[in-house]
């Protein structure tokens, strides 16, 4: 047991937690409001973690008592969340300035948040996992009601804190069954019981039923996905971004890890839930959207549908789908930056405007943001050479690889509800009357996101090799053992 | 020319003229007339380019040629592949032809958005070329499937009033069949573990697999050719959409169906693909008989024609699914007549809707006594379509009913109902069209074809008549490559054959 070692494979999220209390004290003890140098030191604080990630140890190591574990898997899905952080702040900045709330708090909640992630995605341990569960959601409560003085966000911070304890309670209640079937609560400890012994007790079963519930909440899977619509409305813009895709990213994660270390062996008694609750998540993310006039609820149902897909790869259970997943991972970021970044660009009158159809004949009053949302919402319908189809196409290659033949022509038919309401934002802006132009200026940030987001998405097929090998070496991490 | 990749610069050739149309600075007139100018020359470019193509090929092989091979995904054995034989060399050349004369036909027409427009079309290009000459399965499926990206744009913009709902079920239905395509796709993949189209058609796809794959193929497929009763999508997307994207609808889009089916169903999936014959038989009849009967009963000429269209598809999947050298060479031969003059026939209205902006036939009447140019060209491209012998559209009729003949008397003399049928509505829509009085008023003062009109419709009349009269050129591209398609399939189905009757 040497403590030196072991804080040296922590080193990122050591540098994260201190530099988040030192923004805590500049903010605390700087006279004239600090928001704005706290959001960049926020930013600079992911970019210096990100590089501290990527050149942290190169072959897999543990961490206090194989508590915290440091793979390629983990490095992979890091990299992702802290860049969704990073821009969703970015993002953020020019937002909380006009709409006056911006308390330096903000950017310092989400750096604790994306630490309680970083925990998440190198947990090698039930307690570990949870701990970094409850690090994550409580800064995100706070971070949902920020606007406390507006009914809507304090009541999405409300929801998402009863149901968002609730699912926690949910996880908890599975792990201690799982503990008390199987003796342990170390990943690698299970993985060893569970692979020894072929059957494993229905006790167990349901303590994984229960985690994969309690999980399954925090990516916002059917049928644990109600909270999703209403958080996503109620919270500030900036706010739903940054929930759209870093949580979902770390939860993500830490559910394959979950599922495919400690569980592993017994992805025949796990994979009908995980088929399920793909589907049900796809079918209804695609579904529901059809209906909605709120381009953040859209949004939401858009993620749910997302979610599904992403699934499907988990549902495969194979290296592949893994691959898969972290592809569709990496696309899903740069989709959701630059949609939200268009999103935030919706102000009339100084006003955000949240109906979708106030997007009317955007072509024609601002033809860049038009184009770059168009480009989103065909990737996002997975439309080939765009991003989007890429994502798909390689969990849907897991799928059939393992030879869920259902699961994979249902999600693709799936695929093509949800091109309908992707459509139908394209038919607004290029086929309908042009509504009132939205205000000229969007702020800097935002339009430089929103086009390197556009282009990359657009042209992901150049980079697409290499960020397959990388995914590739991420998934392999997973199935070393 | 071995070393110099012509098949990938006349596949992204147009793009290079998207880039210059996104240069394009000034006011609004300046930028429209730039960006028509540019696509023109692009266009044309890219038309000489690809003739090129059809000069460097060698006949007497059924090899694929000009092929390019860069790695993309080694790891996933997805590479960037590209070729031609017989089958694909006349799809790129009529891709690369029809789009100029889009581009001349919209020079009026499109007044605005004129940039977007001109944009659109010439990635409609690259996608529609590069659908041919892709030889991995997941280009050939992001080329195929990009198509509608532009197609969308350009009805849903550009279109007529119900241009939306048009566009959307264009979009869906399409994209419905592909997906299904796509799932073929991975699970071939699966199977064979890469999707190089080649070593794929190579491959002998294990018999109970075969069944799944077809008809996962033929969802895609008979909706994009289409094929009764997937056909809908079709008549609503031509009335709507502007003159040009029905011209590139019917000329270039339809025949991925046929190209789909003559470069993956059949030489790979051969004895699911003997298997169906009968599925295809009977809904390619009723599709020539009912949309025959259907095009006779239309006030619409977009409408019509459009009809015609489901009809001569029909013939097409016959040909295809016959499996004999006259039914396929006829199929192709079909395609390619049907390209020229179903295009020519989509110009035809786009020039009297130009002058009068009513595509009603009742609208029209007399228009001989006004426009006499106008009247003969007609002519020739409904006579064409009619099947007339001496024009392109004999050749392909012809070669298919005997290819049917050989393979199914009943098929052939239901098909060649079809043929009859189709001088009906033809020569009634020319009838009521053409002929008659010019009693009303509001056509009195109708003008003629003017030079830009007529610069598009000649190269369209001289092709008609040469496809007529001397398709020898064409017929002989594509015999090495049929030929050697048919022997691959026979064997394969002969193989299966006792199998497969024991099996049942």
């Known amino acids: 047991m040497n403590i030196s070692a072991d804080l040296a494979v922590i080193q990122p999220e050591l540098f994260v937690a201190i530099a988040a209390m030192g923004m805590l004290m500049f903010g605390a003890f700087r006279k004239e409001n600090p928001a704005r140098i706290v959001s960049w030191m926020g930013v600079g604080v992911f970019v210096v973690a990100g590089v501290l990630v990527f050149a942290g140890p190169s072959d897999t190591s543990l961490a206090f008592g194989s508590q915290f574990i440091v793979d390629d898997f983990a490095v992979f899905a890091k990299i992702l969340l802290i ?249 899903y970021l740069f989709m959701n930056i630059g949609t939200f970044g268009c999103i935030l660009a919706m102000r009339r009158g100084g006003q955000m405007v949240e109906d979708i159809n106030s997007l009317a004949g955007l072509s024609k009053t601002n033809p860049m943001m038009a184009l770059a949302l168009a480009i989103f919402m065909f990737s996002m319908a997975g439309i080939p050479p765009l991003g989007g189809f890429f994502a798909k196409f390689f969990v849907f290659k897991a799928a059939i690889d393992a030879e869920l033949y259902v699961l994979a022509v249902a999600g693709l038919l799936t695929s093509v509800v949800g091109a309908f309401y992707y459509l139908r934002i394209v038919k607004l802006m290029y086929f309908d009357e042009s509504a009132e132009p939205f205000d000229k200026f969007l702020g800097r940030e935002i339009s430089v996101l929103v086009t390197v987001t556009a282009v990359i998405t657009a042209f992901f097929f150049i980079g697409l090799g290499p960020v397959l090998t990388g995914a590739q070496t991420a998934a392999a991490a997973l199935f070393a053992a | 020319m071995e070393s110099f990749p012509i098949l990938s610069l006349t596949t992204f050739l147009p793009l290079i003229g998207v880039a210059f149309i996104l240069l394009i600075r000034g006011d609004e007139l300046t930028v429209a007339r730039n960006a028509r100018w540019a696509t023109l020359w692009t266009s044309l470019a890219t038309f000489v380019i690809s003739l090129l193509l059809w000069l460097n090929f060698d006949k007497s092989t059924a090899d694929f040629q000009f092929v390019e091979r860069l790695e993309w995904l080694p790891s996933f054995n997805i590479a960037y592949h590209m070729g031609i034989d017989g089958i694909s060399l006349f799809f790129v050349i009529l891709s690369t032809f029809l789009t100029p004369i889009c581009v001349l036909a919209s020079w009026k027409a499109i007044t605005t958005r004129v940039k977007e427009y001109m944009i659109a079309f010439l990635v409609l290009e690259t996608m529609m070329i590069g659908t041919f000459a892709a030889l991995d399965f997941v280009m050939f499926y992001i080329f195929f499937e990009a198509v509608l990206i532009p197609m969308f744009i350009i009805i849903g913009v550009w279109g007529g009033p119900r241009r939306v709902y048009a566009a959307f079920k264009f979009f869906l239905y399409t994209l419905a069949g592909s997906v299904l395509l796509l799932a073929a796709l991975l699970t071939l993949y699966f199977e064979v573990g890469t999707t190089d189209i080649p070593t794929l058609i190579a491959y002998a796809v294990p018999p109970e697999m075969q069944t799944w794959l077809w008809l996962a193929f033929f969802a895609s497929f008979a909706v994009k050719m289409p094929m009764w009763p997937v056909h809908t999508w079709l008549p609503d997307a031509h009335v709507e959409a502007p003159t040009a994207g029905s011209v590139i609808l019917a000329g270039v889009l339809l025949k991925m169906g046929g190209y789909g089916f003559l470069r993956f169903s059949l030489p790979m999936l051969p004895i699911a693909s003997e298997q169906f014959v009968p599925l295809i038989y009977t809904l390619s009849v009723i599709a020539i008989i009912y949309t025959s009967l259907v095009a006779l009963a239309q006030e619409d000429m977009k409408k019509l024609i459009a009809y015609s269209s489901v009809a001569h598809m029909g013939f097409v999947t016959i040909g295809i699914f016959t499996a004999t050298q006259q039914g396929i060479d006829g ?152 030929s050697n398609l048919l022997q691959n399939y026979q064997s394969a189905v002969a193989v299966a054959g006792p199998l497969n009757l024991a099996g049942r």
Not at chain 1, 265 to 291: K, N, P, R, T, Y
Not at chain 2, 399 to 409: K, R
Not at chain 2, 420 to 441: C, H, N, P
Not at chain 2, 444 to 456: F, G, H, M, S, V
């Open chain 2, 331 to 482: 199929a192709m031969f079909q395609m390619l007549s049907h390209g020229i003059i179903s295009a020519a026939l989509f110009l035809c209205v786009g020039v009297v809707y130009d002058r009068e902006h009513s595509r009603e036939i009742a609208h029209y009447g007399g228009l001989v006594e006004r426009m006499p140019r106008f009247a003969f060209v007609f002519m020739i491209f409904m006579l064409g379509s009619v099947g007339l012998p001496g024009t392109g559209g004999f050749v392909g009729e012809f070669l298919i009913l005997v290819g049917a003949f050989q393979d199914n008397t009943w098929v052939a003399s239901l098909a060649s109902t079809g043929v009859i049928l189709g001088a009906a509505y033809m020569l009634y829509l020319y009838r009521r069209v053409i002929f008659g009085k010019l009693d009303k008023e509001h056509l009195k003062q109708i003008l003629d074809l003017e030079p830009r009109e007529i610069a598009i419709f000649t190269p369209l009349v001289i092709l008609v008549f040469w496809m007529g009269i001397w398709p020898d050129p064409f017929l002989s591209v594509f015999d090495a490559t049929v």
């Open chain 1, 83 to 331: 860049a969704g952080a990073a821009l969703s702040l970015i993002l953020a900045v020019p937002y909380n300035l006009r709409e006056g709330i911006d308390q330096f708090e903000f950017p310092i909640l989400i750096v604790f948040a994306v630490l309680g992630m970083m925990m998440m995605v190198s947990a090698n341990d039930l307690i570990s996992l949870y701990l970094g569960i409850e690090l994550q959601s409580l800064a995100l409560y706070v971070v949902a009601a920020i606007r406390r003085d507006t009914l809507r966000s304090s009541e999405a911070g409300l929801k998402y804190f009863v149901l968002g304890a609730l699912s926690s309670g949910i996880l908890l209640y599975g792990m201690s069954l799982v503990y008390g079937f199987a003796g342990s609560t170390n990943f690698e400890v299970l993985a060893q019981v569970f692979g020894a012994d072929e059957s494993a007790s229905i006790g167990v079963i349901v303590g994984i039923v229960f985690i994969a519930a309690g999980l399954a909440f925090k990516v916002s899977a059917v049928p644990f996905h109600m909270w999703t619509p209403d958080v996503y409305e109620g919270a500030p813009t900036p706010v739903t971004a940054f929930f759209a895709i870093a949580p979902k990213i770390a939860a993500m994660a830490l559910f394959v890890r979950v599922m495919l270390e400690p569980f592993g062996a017994l992805v025949l008694e796990w994979q009908q839930v995980i088929w399920f609750i793909s589907l049900a998540s796809m079918m209804l993310g695609s579904f529901a959207a059809i209906v909605q006039t709120n381009i953040k609820r859209l949004m939401a149902y858009s993620s749910i549908g997302h979610m599904g897909f992403v699934l499907v790869g988990l549902a495969a259970g194979n290296e592949q789908g893994v691959t898969g997943i972290l592809l569709y991972l990496t696309i």
